[in-house]
Each structure stands twice: as C-alpha cells, then as structure tokens.
C-alpha cells in the first residue's frame, strides 16, 4: 500500500466586489417619512426634484446618512435588485430579526413580480423561527409566510404586530394580528 502526501492548492480568495453606491437611485428618498424635513412616505423628498440621487449629499440629515439599504450592504444582491429597479427598498430591523421590504407607492406590487416574489418566498421559510418578513404597501402590511400572505389594511404606528401558528380545520396555519397600542388616560387636574 503505497501513501501520497497531498498538499492542499492554495486557493485564492474571491474578489470582493467594489463597493456599491446609491448613483441614480433615490428610492429611500420617496418611500420613508424624513421627520427632518417635514416629508411623508410616497413623497418624493424635494432635494431630489430636478437631480437624480441626493441634490443635498453631504448636508443631509442624519437619518438619511445612517441610512444603508440592504441592496448597499450585500454584495449577494446584484443590480436586479437595486430599490430603483426592483421597486422597492429592503432593510432590517435593528434587532436583524425582521426583514421588511418597503415599497414604491408609484409600484405597488413590484414585490410580487417574479424574480423577487420567489425569492421573498424563500427568505420567509428562514424567517419564521428568527423573525418576519414584512411588505410596507400602499395596500397595508403583508406578512409574507411560507404558505400564505397576510394582510393588515391599516397598521398604526405603536401597535404591536402578533403573528404565529394556530389550529385551523385543515391544520396549523399562520395568524397574524395587531394590538393596538394603549393610550395613556389622561390626567385630570385637581
């Protein structure tokens, strides 16, 4: 019996890919409320009116400089899903348990046309032990699960969203619902 000595190839890295970069894409600029300047979600913000990207970059407000879509962020994501082209702006919460997916209201059902409906199917089998996958549409919040999406029509803000399984006559399906959030009775003054 003979015995060979092999010497592991040296394989080189993969390049990483130049960083991206927001170029004409201003699509975080229209489908966020910017408490900063005075703007609501589906306006486009009035510094990008007759440039394509930021016509303030470098003074403007903290918030939109924080800001760093997960098209940005992750290599993974080739240009198809670039917010501009795919319709929509991907970000996730803090907490990195919650995928949400923040649509233009120009296009409201850019998240269900395929490449991405696919693939948004595909992230919410991951996250149902870890988190949710949320669409922000003009139509309300859809909770993508892997059998079925779920609508809430009027969300507000401060409410708190419960989702899970329960029983139903054909097995364990999905539930979502919201709870609203409690107000504060009001003082009264003696």
């Keep these: 019996m003979s015995t060979q000595s092999h010497q592991a190839a040296h394989v080189p890295a993969k390049p990483r890919a130049a960083l991206k970069v927001c170029g004409d894409c201003n699509l975080c600029c229209k489908v966020y409320d910017i408490d900063d300047l005075g703007k609501k979600a589906g306006d486009l913000c009035h510094h ?6 930021c016509g303030v970059w470098g003074l403007h407000p903290k918030t939109c400089q924080d800001f760093k879509c997960l098209w940005l962020k992750h290599d993974d994501l080739n240009a198809l899903w670039r ?29 269900r046309v395929e490449p991405y409906y696919k693939q948004i199917k595909l992230w919410s089998e991951v996250f149902p032990s870890k988190g949710l996958v949320l669409i922000h549409a003009t139509d309300g919040l859809w909770v993508v699960t892997p059998t079925e999406d779920l609508n809430i029509p009027n969300p507000k803000r401060g409410d708190t969203l419960e989702t899970g399984m329960e029983d139903s006559l054909f097995g364990p399906r999905p539930f979502v619902r919201i709870i609203p959030q409690k107000k504060t009775p009001a003082r009264r003054r003696a």
Aim: zero cysteines.
């Design 83 to 111: 917010p501009d082209i795919a319709g929509f702006v991907l970000r996730l919460d803090p907490n990195g348990t919650t995928l949400n997916i923040d649509v233009d209201h120009g296009r409201p059902n850019a998240w």
């Design 48 to 53: 990008t009116g007759h440039v394509k990207g």
